[in-house]
């Protein structure tokens, strides 16, 4: 599977972003989908998941109720709307599939890099203050 990350870009504190990761090659729908971020020299790191069938949904602490994660099945395709946003949220964020997901791994391992065999090229968010 081919993941396209789109909607990076430059918004000042507390503005709104919505990324967009497109699928191509095979349909995902049964893939758990998740958003990874990265800075310079750090490891890439949790952000939010969601299951196949969209009923399981965890969010790193950081972004928990700022951050909604959603995903259209008939599109091939998962968003991450990103709200009040923070200097610090700046990253170049990542889309990935879990194609082995069986929807019920739990949050310690759906927020693991290594659970997911598919990755985007990335987008970059940059939040000015």
């Known amino acids: 599977v081919q993941l396209q990350a789109s909607g990076g870009g430059l918004v000042q504190a507390g503005g709104s972003l919505r990324l967009s990761c497109q699928a191509s090659?095979?349909?995902?729908?049964?893939?758990?989908l998740a958003w990874f971020r990265q800075t310079a020299g750090d490891e890439r790191t949790f952000v939010a998941t969601i299951t196949g069938n969209g009923l399981t949904i965890y969010y790193a602490e950081s972004v928990e109720g700022r951050f909604t994660i959603s995903r259209n099945n008939a599109k091939n395709a998962v968003y991450l709307q990103m709200n009040n946003l923070k200097p610090e949220d700046t990253a170049i964020y990542y889309c990935?599939?879990?194609?082995?997901?069986?929807?019920?791994?739990?949050?310690?391992?759906?927020?693991?890099?290594?659970?997911?065999?598919?990755w985007g090229q990335g987008t970059l968010v940059t939040v000015s203050s």
């Open positions: 090659g095979r349909t995902v729908s049964g893939d758990a």
């Open positions: 990935a599939a879990d194609h082995h997901s069986i929807g019920w791994e739990g949050r310690r391992a759906l927020s693991s890099s290594g659970e997911y065999d598919s």
